[in-house]
């Protein structure tokens, strides 16, 4: 079964450092996204992008933020530098058509800022 | 108030009970509507899209009340393997919006 793949699985960094965080959707999906959890709580919303370009995005996701899709399969986020609070997990789902909206997610990349 | 509002829970219930789990949403002119399901450190997973006529999914069913802006999970019969977080999801076509959860602990 085709599934959302993410790298690297966990990632420990210092602050100030620059993260960059990989994705590869499903292959014939249009619409991706990314989002974070911070440890026991929520799922939120950071930015969502098709065509390349981004469609949506939430105040999270300020100028230390930003996506890219560098090639047909690749999907990055990254973050410039990088502070204690944007520890956490990320997630990057893909979804074929908007209107079903269903969201696959990857496994997650966990990134701890020291 | 909170773009989609949650009880935190734990509901603690034993196998085979009946338990309902209730989501509000702010935005009127939300389109999608989903329930979600996440075990402890793992991706979010879908469990079932919601409709406005109701659907039905083997022991779930979920509802939508787009008047009230009030969405409802029931499980029945419930499992050990049912144990996770009910993520309420709504929002359009670029941006869905995820709920805190409901903890969900069956115990035998």
């Known amino acids: 079964e085709p599934e959302v793949t993410q790298t690297p699985s966990h990632q420990v960094t210092q602050m100030g450092q620059e993260v960059i965080l990989r994705c590869v959707p499903i292959s014939n999906h249009l619409y991706f996204y990314w989002y974070r959890q911070i440890l026991g709580q929520k799922v939120e919303f950071l930015v969502s992008?098709?065509?390349?370009?981004?469609?949506?995005k939430s105040e999270i996701f300020d100028d230390q933020f930003s996506v890219e899709r560098p090639d047909g399969s690749n999907f990055t986020l990254k973050i410039r530098s990088t502070k204690l609070e944007d520890s956490a997990m990320y997630f990057c789902?893909?979804?074929?058509?908007?209107?079903?909206?269903?969201?696959?997610f990857g496994e997650g990349s966990r990134l701890t800022v020291l | 108030r909170k773009e989609v509002e949650q009880d935190p829970g734990p509901f603690n219930v034993p196998e085979g009970a009946t338990v309902a789990f209730n989501c509000t949403y702010s935005?009127?002119?939300?389109?999608?509507f989903f329930w979600y399901r996440q075990d402890c450190r793992k991706e979010p997973k879908l469990l079932m899209s919601?409709?406005?006529s109701g659907n039905e999914d083997g022991r779930f069913t979920a509802q939508l009340n787009r008047a009230s802006q009030y969405i409802s999970l029931l499980i029945r019969d419930s499992k050990l393997s049912d144990s996770a977080t009910y993520l309420c999801?709504?929002?359009?076509?670029?941006?869905?919006?995820f709920g805190s959860g409901t903890r969900l602990l069956v115990r035998p």
């Open positions: 919601v409709y406005s």
């Open positions: 935005n009127s002119a939300s389109q999608s």
């Open positions: 789902a893909s979804t074929p058509d908007t209107n079903t909206g269903e969201l696959f």
């Open positions: 999801v709504v929002g359009s076509s670029y941006k869905l919006i």
């Open positions: 992008f098709y065509n390349n370009e981004i469609s949506e």
